[in-house]
């Protein structure tokens, strides 16, 4: 089969492979509808994660199961199914409690920018949709595989909901679609900070009411202008920066919530700081797992459109230049035909 391999930072080629086979009685083997670059996957690309040996790409996946192993009994071949990049039980006392990403036994899926992809824990990690889905929809369900599901972890952890003024710091995808959690979720003002014309577009479209162009302390200042003074309820985090995370942070009204999503990359949160913040913050991997049947639900109903992220489509053979028009930021977001 044809899969994506990165050998070096700026250097991603896709190559002959051995198509993935069942390792375990738990897995499941399924065809690729359709693939994506995460912007995660630009950490290593530029050199900020480092690489020892070559690495089969991508996280993100849609399909068509194709074969189980003996003990899987939730999905079945011919199914379409959406999963997360992390494969969980579904059972154990964290899933229970909402926490797939923290599962006791989570494997990372990887891998899936190629044809065939091996998804462990089948039973617990995949969420089959009612018939095969129309193929206009499937850009949303691979929006809901990582990004989607990401954006509205954020959401939920800085506790947005009615009434309240949220602040998204990033206009990647995770941070777009966390305006449309957050429109979801009924918050009364979104403000997306973000100084990409065409990305501010789209969080208008996704339910945006203010952008800020500025950011760091600027951007601070502008989110306290537009609050009273206080700082808004609740901020999502989808960078992983320093900054990043101290901007969410002094955003942040006395007693609000910040939700981080953004891979953290050499972010030392000074101890005085969050002292005197009096902000509750929580985040990390998303329990995508947890949202998917309701977030699979409002996409087949066209509740939501999270595809729109999707600005750019390409055969799997060039997802070389899916990387560098993600690294340029000529397109938001990739989506790779296998
Ligand atoms: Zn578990």
Known sequence: MRATIMHAPGDVRVEDRDKPTIQKPTDAVIKLAAACVCGSDLWPYRGADKISRPVPMGHEYVGVVEEVGADVKNVTPGQFVVGSFIASDNTCEICRSGYQSGCVHRQGVSGSQAEYLRVPLAD?????????????????????????????????????????????????????????????????????????????????????????????DAGVKKIKELTGGLGAHSVLEAVGTQESMLQAIHATR???????????????????????????????????????PDLIDLILRGDINPGKVFDLELPLEQAAEAYKAMDERRAIKVLLRP
Do not use: C, N
């Open 124 to 216: 617990g990690t995949l969420v089959a949709t009612p018939g095969i889905p129309d193929a206009d929809k499937v850009p949303s369900l691979l929006a809901a595989s990582d990004v989607l599901g990401t954006g509205w972890f954020a959401a939920k952890a800085a506790q947005v909901g009615p009434g309240k003024t949220v602040a998204v710091v990033g206009d990647g995808a995770v941070g777009l679609l966390g305006v449309l959690a957050a429109r979801q979720m009924g918050a009364e003002r979104i403000i997306a900070m973000s100084r990409h014309t065409d990305r501010q577009a789209l969080a208008r479209e996704f339910g945006a009411t203010d952008i800020v162009v500025e950011r760091g």
């Open 254 to 292: 006395a007693g609000g919530h910040v939700g981080f999503v953004g891979v953290s990359h050499d972010v030392s949160l000074p101890g005085r700081d969050l002292f005197s913040s009096h902000v509750h913050l929580h985040g990390g991997p998303a329990p995508v797992r947890q949202y998917l």
